[in-house]
Structures are given as C-alpha cells and as structure tokens.
C-alpha cells in the first residue's frame, strides 16, 4: 500500500517551513511513500525538489482565486493567482492537472463556499474531506456529502506548514499516482486521520513572524 499526502506547505510559502531535508527525510525514512508539494501560489520549489528526487514529489500549488483557495496537482507550471474560479479549474486542467479542493466551506482559511463549488462541479477531481488543520472550523463531514453526491474522490492530507504535522494524516491508494490514476485509486483509498501535535497548528504564523523579522533585518 502507498502512503500518499496531497497537500503540504515549503518554506516556499509564506506561511510555510518544510524543508528540502524534510521532504528528503519524509521519503527516505517512509513516513509518506508520495507527497504533494502546494505551496500558496507558487510552483518553484515544488518543480526543483522534484527534479532532485523525481515523481515521489508532486508538483501542486494551493491557488487563490477570486472564490476561495483551490489546489491544482501535477502541474508543470505556476497558476496565476487572482483569477475567477472557474477559469483557475480550467488552468489546472489546461496544464493536465488535476483540480483538488482543499478544506471546501471553510470561511477562516479561504475555502470555496458550497455554491461556488456547485458551479464548477464539473471541474472538480478530489475533494478535500479531512484537513490536519481543521480544528476552528471543520466541515470535513459536509464536504464529504458533497463529494459523495456528485461522486467525486475524496482524500485526507495533512495541509503541514511544518515537520511536527506530517505523517499524521494521508491516503493510502494501491498504486502508484499519477495525473491518470490518482482520481480512480483514490476511490478505494483508505484515508488515515490522526490529529496532530497541537503546536504544528501554530506553524503557520510562527513562520510568517519569523520571515517578516528577517526581512526587517535583512
């Protein structure tokens, strides 16, 4: 069985701090057997530690559109941010990628409402039914409706902005994923969810704090 973690932030985000040693270490010691890289509007790091360590790494990219935030896997290149819903969906597929929609009816973290989801539909590939992250706010169990009603895959991924919240929350698919695979392994997936650490939940304002201190002092 393969482990495989859909949603993860570098220190390429602003708001992010894996590593490239984190990531190495991840695969090297088997806590996740594939993971995707979404860094918030940016596919840089993703796109060089995939060329360091091949497909074990997929490039993603957690894009804010116009509606809400939405996750385009397997891309080869950067989404631009600031576009309407429907036509960032369309950018993700335009590239071969697949359309993943992270933490959906969240209003704190910049989900897609339901009706901006109904709307696009027909664009979507995986929904997001469990986040690491989802503690505030969680509408994992609606999402899970929504995807079941419009029979959609569905996964559990960890949404890390650091080391202490991965390998705590993945899929297990039976192959290897690709862009066209994953959607069909990904239905006989088995999602593992276990809460992690409370403080990698602070994760996200740590770094951006302690990156805004080294521009100051830089």
Known sequence: MIKVDLHTHSSASPDGGLTQQDYMQLIGDNVLDYVAITDHNAVHFALELQAALGDKIIVGEEVMSDEGEIVGLFLRSEVRAGMPLRATAEAIKAQGGLVY??????????????????????????????????????????????????????????????????????????????????????????????????????????????????RNHG
């Open 101 to 214: 929609i992270p933490h959906p009816f969240e209003t704190v973290r910049k989900g897609v409402s339901e009706k901006s989801l109904d709307a696009i539909a027909d664009l979507v590939d995986i929904v997001e039914v469990y986040n690491g992250r989802a503690v505030v706010q969680n509408r994992g169990p609606q999402a899970a409706v929504w995807a079941r009603l419009h029979q959609k895959a569905t996964a559990a991924s960890s949404d890390a902005h650091g080391s202490k919240g991965v390998g705590t929350v993945y899929t297990t698919i039976k192959q290897a994923p690709t862009a066209s695979n994953l959607v069909s392994a990904l239905q006989t997936g088995h999602r593992t969810m276990h809460r992690p650490p409370l403080r990698s939940l602070l994760y996200p304002k740590v770094h951006r704090l302690r990156k805004k201190v080294g």
